[in-house]
């Protein structure tokens, strides 16, 4: 896993449940093809702790100051500990690539595809909070979610395109589009 991508909120980031998702290049060993297919592990997979609150003084919570690349790598485990079964399936093979991989991951991302670890040819994950979105408030008058800001602006944009079309296209001489960026 590389390093934080972009502008974010960092602290956000600290003591939560981090799932794992995002596209696999799996290989077929009985054809030889490549597919691409999509993963998600919605359960707590890694976590970016802080050290407790009862061992810090005041001024050391006040001056924290951390430095994304080194301060908010995540925690998967104490120790590595595979089945020699999973081992086993690496055995001889010399891809260049799979030398250079956690092999705990290797291993929890091809028991969620239900595939040999040896069939991952390449992957492209990211870490994300596994709290679900609420309703709350007093009088549920709130949605909490990560990202919403995000979400709610690119469906309303799609929506807005969409009811562009019902009425003007028609009519419209110009391209019409919304233009979305990310991973979701």
């Known amino acids: 896993m590389t390093g934080c991508y972009g502008g974010g909120l960092w602290h956000t980031w600290f003591d939560r449940d981090l799932g794992l998702s995002g596209r696999v290049l799996c290989r077929d060993s009985s054809t030889g093809n490549v597919s691409s297919r999509l993963v998600r592990i919605p359960r707590p997979l890694a976590r970016v702790s802080t ?22 790598k995540p925690v998967l485990g104490t120790s590595t500990v595979l089945e020699d079964s999973v081992k086993d399936q690496l055995e001889g093979q010399e891809d260049g690539w799979s030398e250079h991989q956690e092999l705990a991951v290797l291993e929890a991302v091809a028991a969620e595809l239900d595939i040999s670890v040896a069939d991952i040819a390449d992957f492209d994950l990211s870490l994300f909070d596994i709290q679900p979105a609420a309703i709350g408030g007093i009088k549920n008058e709130f949605i909490h979610s990560a990202g919403l800001d995000n979400h709610a602006t690119c469906f309303v944009s799609i929506e807005a395109l969409l009811d562009h079309a019902k009425e003007k296209l028609d009519d419209d001489l110009d391209i019409s589009l919304v233009a979305l960026f990310g991973m979701f």
């Open 51 to 72: 050290l407790a609150i009862h061992l810090t003084t005041a001024d050391e919570r006040v001056a924290f100051k951390w430095n994304k690349e080194d301060h908010l």
